[in-house]
């Protein structure tokens, strides 16, 4: 089965950090570009960064470049995402997904995790 | 970069077709044919309906289709059926290398 998991998600204080991981399987995972996407419940999604298989390539949103770092680790099949000076408004749910074919990023998410929830609050 | 504008809201009624819009600008809609759409039921993660603006996933019904002209896509659903009340988000490519959803529309079946 296709699967991505999320883990790493809790409550910091604000200027404090979290790395998430993103846990693959069922699939060739070091074929495909990956992206993270987060979404404050009831609100809409936004994206957050992506990378590509190799981790020559790395996008980040203008609300979270220089804060995050999205990386991977092929031989562990795992995405990660390093979040520095959180701040209250990156509170939200955090999804890891897989672009929709490999090898080239078609800037659609095909597959998807459960999510990981983040709050940010002292 | 600012979210591609969706109507909040669409309604029809079963067996009807509805069609959602996504306005973007000529850095992101306009520009790129990287245009996709998603469904999300609440609580649960999104899926992916078209991708590259008329693409379907394999497993994705063809009631579902896509299509742009100019800054603007365009998602309908045809046969409206109970299950498809939901939430709908378009996203697209832009011309800073990142991706841009759209605020989201809700669906409602009548």
């Known amino acids: 089965e296709v699967q991505l998991v999320e883990s790493g998600g809790g409550l910091v204080q604000p200027g404090g950090s979290l790395r998430l991981s993103c846990a693959a399987s069922g699939f060739t995972f070091s074929f495909y570009w990956m992206h993270w996407v987060r979404q404050v419940p009831g609100k809409g999604l936004v994206w957050v960064s992506r990378?590509?298989?190799?981790?020559?390539?790395?996008s980040y949103a203008d609300s979270v470049k220089g804060r995050f770092t999205i990386s991977r680790d092929n031989a562990k099949n795992t995405l990660y995402l390093q979040m520095n000076s959180l701040r209250a408004e990156d509170t939200a749910v955090y999804y890891c997904a897989s672009d929709v074919h490999p090898y080239y990023s078609y800037y659609a998410m095909d597959v998807w995790g459960q999510g990981t929830s983040v709050t940010v609050s002292s | 970069q600012s979210a591609l504008t969706q109507p909040a809201s669409v309604s029809g009624s079963p067996g009807q077709s509805i069609t959602i819009s996504c306005t973007g600008t000529?850095?992101?809609?306009?520009?790129?044919?990287?245009v996709s759409w998603y469904q999300q039921h609440p609580g649960k993660a999104p899926k992916l309906l078209i991708y590259?603006?008329?693409k379907r996933p394999s497993g994705v019904s063809d009631r579902f289709s896509g299509s742009k002209s100019g800054n603007t896509a365009s998602l309908a659903i045809s046969g409206l059926l109970a299950e498809d009340e939901t939430d709908y988000y378009c996203?697209?490519?832009?011309?800073?290398?990142?991706?841009?959803f759209g605020g989201g529309t809700k669906l409602t079946v009548l």
């Open positions: 996203s697209s490519y832009t011309n800073s290398r990142t991706v841009v």
């Open positions: 000529s850095s992101d809609v306009g520009g790129y044919d990287h």
């Open positions: 990378i590509n298989s190799d981790e020559s390539i790395t």
């Open positions: 590259d603006v008329s």
